[in-house]
């Protein structure tokens, strides 16, 4: 099968989107099918191409949103290279300007097209508004999606959340709940390279001794990294002699606000901001940490949680009915609601015994399971093979 992935996010890029897409067209290929990836450039406003990947220009740069371009609704150049590459279905990723011209090709070429619904555009409209016609904003977002999805063949949802979401603002296609696979392989504890971890302690200052809560991806308002900051200043105010680091990986736009935080509260020295990683290297971080924290609201599935869970890593989490199926609160991880809540449960981590910790994390492989690369493969395969169908 021929399959032209949109998306405006790609690797190198860390983000769910940039991630999914590269498993997926890793996944496809590996499968014996062929696949094109169309997305932005996120360099400058070059078109790059090199047999298996179309880099759109990005002709705007949102500064405001990690730095993202965003190409234009179409480019001749991209529109030649996918008709000659003849694909069998269109899967678009995204809603900017690659979607939209992914979308207008699938309409032009009456070639079945698949929609992943990745990300809750709701929690991202501040970045527009600025706080100013929040209500107004949501409306516009809904009733835009409502008639962008009539014009898809089926909608996949990488979670329940997303499909209840779909639901509750009025989406009546098709939608399967596919989760995205994940490389479980590369985070395995018994790939951890304890040399390149030293190495990584030394680099950022961390004593070999120090405990590293980890915390990993964009670094963006909806993230809510702020109440992690807090939250940690509260452990370390109730565990003054415990030696510990908070890791704090990524990028993004609040990252001066924070560590003006870190600073307020006096715990710059215990905070440390590593910067952006690539994608192939997101492993080496989940083994210098000891455990993963999060307090974002704004997730779709939480590969990050997954990932973390796969590096033999127990997860913290702000409590959030998406993840229900996936956290066990002191199961397969542990929930947390306030700050004060946040510290005490860091306290406990912390504290664990062996055997306490190695429970947690035996029970986290069994969900993660559910992630591999096969299964996610085997659901999309099937989404395909139905939506192909129905175009003949």
Known sequence: MNIALFTESYEPEINGVATSTANLAKTMRAHGHKVLVVCANPWDDQFLYDGETIRVPGIIELKSVYNYRLAGPYNAHAAKLVREFRPDVIHTQSDGGIGMFGSSLANQLHIAHVYTYHTMVEDYTHYVTKGHFQRVAVHFVRAFFREKLKQVDEIIAPSSKIYDYLRNVGIDKTIAV?????????????????????????????????????????????????????????????????????????????????????????????????????????????????????????????????????????????????????????????????????????????????????????????????????????????VYRRVVRANW
Request: proline content about 3%; overall charge negative; charged content about 25%.
């Open 178 to 382: 596919v989760p995205t696979g994940i490389e479980l392989d590369r985070f395995s504890i018994e790939k951890k390279d304890k040399v390149d971890v030293a190495s990584l302690k030394k680099k950022f200052g961390i004593d070999p001794e120090d405990y590293v809560i980890l915390s990993l991806g964009r670094i963006g308002k909806e993230k809510s990294i702020d109440f992690l900051i807090r939250g940690y200043a509260l452990f370390l105010k109730n565990n003054p002699s415990k030696k510990t680091k908070f890791v704090i990986t990524g990028f993004g736009p609040a990252e001066a606000e924070l560590k003006e935080l870190a600073h307020t509260l006096g715990i710059e020295d215990h905070v440390i901001f590593t910067g952006r990683c690539s994608p192939s290297e997101t492993q080496r971080y989940y083994h210098l940490g000891d455990c993963f924290v999060s307090a974002s609201l704004s997730e779709t599935q939480g590969l990050t949680f997954m990932e973390a869970m796969a590096a033999s890593l127990p997860v913290l989490a702000r409590y959030d009915d998406n993840l229900v199926g996936t956290i066990q609160d002191g199961e397969t991880g542990f929930f947390f609601f306030t700050e004060e809540d946040l510290a005490a449960k860091l306290q406990h981590v912390i504290e664990m015994d062996a055997g306490a910790r190695k429970r947690i994390i035996n029970n986290a492989f069994k969900v993660v399971d559910v992630y591999s690369m096969e299964r996610f493969y085997q659901n999309v395969m099937e």
